[in-house]
């Protein structure tokens, strides 16, 4: 089970003691059961490889989701203020969607793929019908970003989730807003209606989980117990369990019988943001950092462990015994496929190999009897909330004349027509979704299994730890089929290229002229590249002594002494690295340890680096939520009688930490207008600092 936070918030030697710096390395809680779970598939085939990579928009991406009916419909939002569509393993955009005026924050589709909504940073909601390539709704009635958003499973309703901690409910027909849940105090940044279309669950960043009651239109339950921001729920398919996971570097699985915790996974390497359940429900899939875990939850452990090289995957879902998984970084959009014939799904593993191999190729076998209720499923569509809320006039809209200016403002441009035919309009077909029996992704074939093999047997240092297979990505040119390419569109890079998109070699090698030669030697590119070879050498050797500095203070567990020994170093660099593990752990942070941070912060904020920035911006949210309230409190307190020593010392740390958030609230209050995941991180700031004025 996962501890609570500790009471004390300034200074001390309570509380619980830091964690290891290890921590944040890529290992997990269950080592051994995962080590016996993993490694080499027989036969030689890929468990996991990369599928394509694209450049989704003209500016950075912002929010994306996958068709979950398919398996093979992909939304992306962007800066841009487009929703655009794409069909996976396809290079080329079918659909773009205009109409928004800000940046897209939250994209979904509906069970039947025949509808997508799109959430702006402004706080509008646009709704699309993609058969008919039009707008069909538009929503208004949020004042800030909208986080989360989510298409009920048997009527025509949206639930949408905002920074402005509202929960609403819209009838697309109607276009107006049916109810509105209240009782979160933070942004809301995840949304589910359970399979029966009874319930809606959310996530938020007050650290809790809430289940509404949509007839009776109320709260039913609140889960607490994490420890951070939650990320993400997801019901289980059949039984009444909600899986939850967070910030905090955990999964919490809740009875929704008894509405309590049934069982809490601990050790994630980073923030749970993308978990999945298994289409019958034997397993949960979590996408973390550069891998998949597979895991169970009565009672808790890790079935599996996948290295997938997707860096922060975004969503998955599955289709053809296969898992496909989307990441994002700035304007590109990749996809990955993991086989889940090859993946240990459920049961133990024994430590005979041919057993082995038959566990990993088998279908995990049906659950026998379930521990808790099962969901009915109504076959007509679900009723009105009893409970309807008045709407405001700024949720009230004109059925005649908003229509038409939807239609003006609005627009559905097919980029590719073929595909989107194919997608959307099929033939001789009433399916409106991509065909639910699709062939499944091919598997890239290995040049050397032996040489792979080798190649991925753990170093003696690393026994402990993984095994680590060979997850190499082979060119795109070999996976897809002989079908004749569409034609490219212009602000589109094709997927279908031999080299990396985006990179060439000569771009890293100065403008040398060679005469009567088109292009530099293999000899003479590797010395231009060596050239700063040494000097970067140099410069990580000085990170990783200092790093080695700051951690010897770190095991001594006086957290206020190694944040000081990093500062002094005067390196951003081991001060974001160290910033990264605390952040991690919200009572680690004390008022004294304040005071040191947020002048470091206010130079994160500056850095040209976007990472510095949203570590900066990490913390001092931490910092704003944890501290603000008490700060101004004291500083508003009256003077008391006598003398206290220890009230002058607090004292005098609130003065000096409400003056550098003065000093900050400047630069986070003209920051505020960028755009993007920055942009808003900001607004958000600024929200938080509004106290300080």
Same mark, same amino acid.
């Given at each position: 089970?996962?501890?609570? $936070?500790p ?8 509380g619980?003691?830091?964690p ?6 890529l290992f ?14 027989p ?9 394509q990579e694209i450049v ?5 991406v ?6 979950k ?7 992306t939002g962007?800066?841009?203020c487009?929703?655009n569509?794409?069909?996976i393993n ?6 773009s969607?205009?109409?928004?005026t !800000? ?6 589709l509906?069970?039947p793929?025949?509808?997508i ?7 509008? +909601?646009? @709704? ?5 390539a039009?707008?069909l709704?538009?929503?208004?009635g ?5 986080c989360s958003?989510?298409?009920h ?9 905002s ?6 409910l819209?009838?697309i ?5 049916v109810?509105?849940?209240?009782g %979160?105090?933070?942004a ?6 359970s399979p ?29 117990g994490?420890t951070?921001? @939650?990320n993400?729920v ?10 939850s996971?967070s910030s905090?570097r955990t ?10 915790v049934?069982?809490? +996974? ?6 749970v943001r993308s ?11 979590s ?8 895991y169970?939850?009565e009672p ?9 090289n997707?860096?922060? @995957? ?8 296969? $898992?496909?998984?989307?990441a ?12 889940l ?5 459920t ?14 190729t088998?279908?995990p076998?049906?659950p026998t ?5 099962i969901y009915e499923?109504?076959?007509?569509t679900c ?6 809320k008045?709407?405001?006039? !700024? ?8 229509d038409d ?20 309009q099929?033939?001789n ?6 065909p639910?029996?699709?062939?499944p992704?091919p598997a ?5 299994v032996?040489t792979?093999?080798e ?11 993984f ?5 190499e ?8 089929t002989?079908?004749p ?8 890079i094709?997927?279908?290229r031999?080299?990396p ?6 771009d ?5 002229k060679?005469?009567?030669?088109t292009?530099?030697?293999?000899e ?19 990170? %990783?002594k200092?790093l080695?500095?700051v951690r010897?203070v770190?095991?001594?567990g ?10 002094a170093?005067?390196?951003l660099?081991v ?13 680690l942070?004390?008022l004294d ?20 920035v ?5 913390s ?7 501290? $603000?309230?008490? +700060?101004?409190d004291?500083?508003a ?14 004292l ?7 003056k550098q958030l003065?000093?900050i609230?400047g630069? @986070?209050r003209s920051? !505020?207008g960028?755009?993007?995941?920055h942009g ?5 700031? %600024?929200? $938080?600092?509004?106290s300080l004025?």
């Amino acid at each position: 089970m996962c501890g609570g $936070l500790p009471a004390d918030l300034i200074g001390g030697s309570g509380g619980d003691p830091p964690p290891p710096l290890e921590e944040s390395r890529l290992f997990c809680g269950w080592s051994f059961e995962c080590q016996t779970a993993g490694g080499w598939p027989p036969g030689g085939h890929k468990t996991a490889w990369k599928l394509q990579e694209i450049v989704a928009h003209a500016s950075n991406v912002s929010s994306l989701v996958l068709g979950k009916g398919s398996g093979r419909l992909l939304a992306t939002g962007g800066d841009d203020c487009r929703v655009n569509l794409w069909s996976i393993n396809k290079p080329n955009c079918i659909m773009s969607l205009t109409g928004h005026t !800000s940046p897209v924050e939250s994209v979904r589709l509906n069970t039947p793929e025949e509808l997508i909504v799109a959430g702006s940073q402004s706080g509008s +909601i646009r @709704v699309w019908d993609l058969e008919a390539a039009k707008i069909l709704r538009t929503l208004v009635g949020h004042k800030a970003n909208i986080c989360s958003l989510d298409f009920h499973p048997y009527g025509e309703f949206v639930a949408s989730g905002s920074q402005d901690t509202n929960i609403k409910l819209w009838d697309i027909r109607r276009k107006g807003c049916v109810f509105r849940y209240r009782g %979160h105090s933070q942004a809301v940044r995840c949304l589910r209606f359970s399979p029966d279309g009874k319930w809606l669950a959310s996530a938020a960043d007050d650290h809790t989980v809430k289940l509404w009651d949509l007839t009776a239109g109320k709260m039913m339950s609140e889960f607490p117990g994490h420890t951070g921001p @939650v990320n993400v729920v997801e019901f289980h398919p059949n039984e009444y369990l909600l899986a939850s996971g967070s910030s905090d570097r955990t999964i919490r699985f809740w009875d929704l019988e008894k509405f309590q915790v049934v069982s809490c +996974i601990e050790g994630e390497p980073g923030p749970v943001r993308s978990i999945l359940f298994n289409p019958d429900g034997c397993c949960l899939y979590s996408g973390c950092q550069d891998s998949l875990r597979v895991y169970g939850w009565e009672p808790e452990r890790c079935f599996d462990v996948v290295l997938v090289n997707w860096g922060k @995957v975004a969503d998955l879902a599955i289709c053809n015994n296969q $898992l496909i998984g989307v990441a994002f970084a700035q304007s590109n959009v990749s996809s990955y496929v993991v086989d889940l014939t090859r993946v240990t799904r459920t049961g133990t593993v024994t430590q005979d190999p041919v057993q082995d191999s038959r566990l990993l190729t088998q279908q995990p076998p049906l659950p026998t009897a379930p521990l808790r209720r099962i969901y009915e499923r109504p076959s007509t569509t679900c009723s009105k909330p009893q409970r309807v809320k008045q709407n405001s006039e !700024s949720e009230r809209r004109s059925p005649s004349s908003e229509d038409d200016r939807d239609e003006r403002e609005s627009r559905a441009e097919i980029q590719n027509a073929e595909d989107y035919n194919e997608i959307f309009q099929p033939k001789n077909s009433i399916s409106r979704t991509p065909p639910r029996r699709s062939e499944p992704f091919p598997a890239p074939p290995e040049d050397d299994v032996a040489t792979a093999k080798e190649a991925a047997k753990p170093s003696p240092a690393m026994d402990t730890q993984f095994p680590v297979p060979n997850l190499e990505v082979p060119p795109w040119s070999q996976v897809v089929t002989s079908t004749p390419a569409p034609k490219a569109e212009p602000a589109i890079i094709p997927a279908t290229r031999n080299e990396p998109i985006g990179l060439k070699a000569s771009d890293f090698l100065p403008a040398v002229k060679i005469p009567q030669q088109t292009e530099l030697v293999d000899e003479d590119a590797m010395s231009q590249i060596r050239k700063g070879h040494d000097t970067m050498c140099v410069v990580l050797t000085s990170r %990783h002594k200092n790093l080695d500095t700051v951690r010897a203070v770190w095991t001594t567990g006086d957290i206020k002494t190694s944040v000081d020994s990093a500062v002094a170093i005067n390196d951003l660099s081991v001060v974001v690295d160290l910033l990264n593990i605390v952040n991690q752990k919200a009572s680690l942070w004390k008022l004294d340890l304040c005071t040191t941070v947020l002048p470091q912060i206010e130079k994160l904020l500056q850095s040209k680096y976007e990472s510095y920035v949203q570590t900066g911006c990490t913390s001092l949210k931490l910092i704003l939520q944890r501290f $603000l309230p008490l +700060i101004t409190d004291i500083l508003a307190a009256p003077p008391s009688v006598g003398v206290d020593i220890s009230r002058e010392e607090r004292l005098h740390k609130c003065r000096l930490c409400y003056k550098q958030l003065k000093s900050i609230s400047g630069l @986070v209050r003209s920051k !505020s207008g960028l755009s993007g995941r920055h942009g808003s991180a900001f607004r958000e700031l %600024h929200l $938080l600092m509004a106290s300080l004025d």
